[in-house]
C-alpha cells in the first residue's frame, strides 16, 4: 500500500474494531467510515445466501439492489482480493462495480461493494482491501456482541434450562475467543504491511533533511521536517498496536539480561531531550541503584520511553520531570513524576485501558492510540513487577514501579 491512505487507515482500526450498538447501526457506521476516509460516494455492503447476495447497508439506494451471483464469481471472492463485475442498476443501466470480500478465517460471508465511477489505482485498491478486512472483523465482533444478550435472556426468562444454558455459553464463549484471536492475527499483519511504507518516509525525509542531494530552502527543509516528525509519530502508533497484538496472543517473550539502570534510562532520555527542550521543561535523573539490574533491556526501555513522553505531554512549558532509581528491601523501585496537569480520580481507575486518551489544555485528543499506559503496565507485569498511579488533578502525576530483585529466568 502506498502512503496517501496510510495515516487515515490506522486512525480508523480503534474505532471500527471497538464498535458498539446493534449490529445493523455498525454496518452503518463500516459504510459511512469507508466513503469518508477513501472519498467514495457510492459504497455497499452485501451478505451472501448461497448465491443471493442480499443488500444490508445503504437500505434503499439507485445503484444498488438484490442480486444473484453467478458461480464464478462466487469462486473469485473465495480466492482474490476482489472482483471487478458488471451488474444492471435500479434503472436497468449497466454498471461496474468492485466486490470486496468479507471473510473470516477464509470463509466469505459478505463483500464491500463500491462503484467504479473513476479509474481505480493500484493505492486506491489496496486501501479498500486494508478497510475491508478490518470491517470483516469488526462485523464479527458486533455479531458477537449479541450473544451476550442472547445469553443473557436466555437465563433471565428461563427460555431453556440450565445445563442447555451453560452449554450454549460455553459453545458462544469458544467462538469468542476464536474470533478475537483472529482479529489480534490480522492486527499484527496489517501493522507489519504499514511500516513498510512508512519506514521509506521516515528515510527518505531524512536523507533529503541531511541536504545529501543540495541545499533547501526555508519552507521546503519545515515541510520535510514535518514529514519525518510526522512520520516517527505514526510510526510509534504502530510499533504500540503490533506490542497489543503479540501481548494479547501471548506472543510476547521476556529476555532477562543484567544491566545498569542510569544506561537504560540515560539512553530513553537523549532521545526524549528535544522533545523536552522544546517546552524548556528540566528533566532531573536521580539514581541511587548502582547494582546490575536483571530485566528485560528493551521493555525497560520502553516503559520509560512512554512514561516520559506522556509526561512531556501533559507538562506545561517550564515545567519539570523527576525520574527516580532505588531500592527499597527485595524491590528496585522506579517511578516518573511530572509537575504537569495532574490526572482526576475519575479517570484513574481506567488510565490503563485499551484506547484510553484524556484530553487536557496542553495536548490533542486523537494523538496517539492510547495503548502507551496498557502496554507499560503489561511489560511491568510480565517482569513480575507492580505499576501504580499517584496523581490529584493540578498537581502532577508519579507512576511508580517495583521489580523484585531476583528475578527467574522460567
Given amino acids: 500500500m502506498k502512503n496517501m491512505f496510510a495515516s487515515k487507515i490506522l486512525k480508523n482500526i480503534p474505532q471500527l474494531l471497538s464498535m458498539s450498538g446493534d449490529v445493523d447501526s455498525s454496518l452503518v457506521q463500516i459504510i459511512e467510515e469507508i466513503k469518508h476516509t477513501l472519498d467514495l460516494n457510492n459504497v455497499a455492503l452485501y451478505y451472501l445466501s448461497e448465491e443471493q447476495a ?4 445503504p437500505e434503499q439506494d439507485s445503484y444498488f439492489c438484490n442480486f444473484a451471483l453467478k458461480q464464478d464469481t462466487l469462486e473469485k471472492l473465495e480466492s482474490e482480493d476482489y472482483v471487478l463485475v ?14 470486496f470480500p468479507l471473510k473470516i478465517r477464509q470463509a466469505t460471508f459478505g463483500f464491500i461493494c463500491v462503484l467504479a465511477e473513476k479509474e481505480f489505482d493500484d493505492e486506491l485498491l489496496n486501501a479498500l482491501k486494508a478497510l475491508t478486512a478490518v470491517a470483516s472483523y469488526a462485523i464479527k465482533d458486533s455479531e458477537l ?5 442472547i445469553q443473557l435472556k436466555a437465563l433471565q426468562s428461563s427460555i431453556v434450562d440450565k445445563t442447555q444454558a451453560v452449554n450454549t455459553i460455553k459453545e458462544q464463549n469458544e467462538k469468542i475467543l476464536e474470533a478475537d484471536k483472529a482479529k489480534n492475527e490480522f492486527i499484527a499483519n496489517i501493522s507489519h504491511e504499514l511500516r513498510t511504507p512508512l519506514n521509506a518516509i521516515i528515510g527518505f525525509s531524512e536523507v533529503l533533511g541531511s541536504k545529501i542531494f543540495g541545499e533547501l530552502n526555508d519552507k521546503q527543509a519545515e515541510y520535510i521536517n514535518d514529514i519525518y516528525t510526522s512520520g516517527v509519530h505514526l510510526l510509534g502508533m504502530i510499533n504500540e498496536i503490533l ?7 501471548n506472543a510476547m517473550k521476556i529476555n532477562y539480561t543484567e544491566f545498569h539502570i542510569d544506561t537504560a534510562i540515560g539512553e530513553v532520555l537523549s532521545v526524549m531531550k528535544p522533545l523536552a527542550d522544546k517546552k524548556s521543561i528540566n528533566i532531573k535523573f536521580d539514581n541511587k541503584v548502582t547494582n546490575m539490574v536483571k530485566l528485560d533491556y528493551q521493555k525497560t526501555q520502553q516503559i520509560f520511553y512512554n512514561l516520559v513522553s506522556n509526561a512531556i505531554k501533559f507538562t506545561p512549558e517550564n515545567g519539570e520531570i523527576n525520574i527516580s532509581s532505588t531500592t527499597k528491601d527485595k524491590f528496585i523501585e522506579l517511578s516518573v513524576q511530572d509537575s504537569g496537569v495532574g490526572i482526576p480520580k475519575s479517570a484513574q481507575e481506567k488510565i490503563f485501558d485499551k484506547f484510553v486518551q484524556l484530553e487536557n489544555t496542553y495536548t490533542k485528543t486523537g494523538s496517539s492510540t492510547g495503548l502507551g499506559l496498557t502496554i507499560t503496565k503489561r511489560f511491568v507485569e510480565m517482569m513480575n513487577g507492580t505499576i501504580r498511579l499517584e496523581s490529584e488533578e493540578g498537581k502532577g502525576a508519579n507512576f511508580i514501579m517495583n521489580f523484585p530483585m531476583e528475578q527467574n529466568n522460567a
Avoid at 243 to 249: G, M, P, Q
Fill in 243 to 249: 506490542d497489543i497484538s503479540k501481548l494479547e496472543s
Fill in 86 to 99: 458488471s451488474l444492471l442498476n435500479e434503472s436497468n443501466t449497466n454498471d461496474s462495480f468492485y466486490l
Fill in 54 to 57: 442480499y443488500l444490508k447497508v
Fill in 145 to 149: 456482541s449479541n450473544v451476550f444478550k
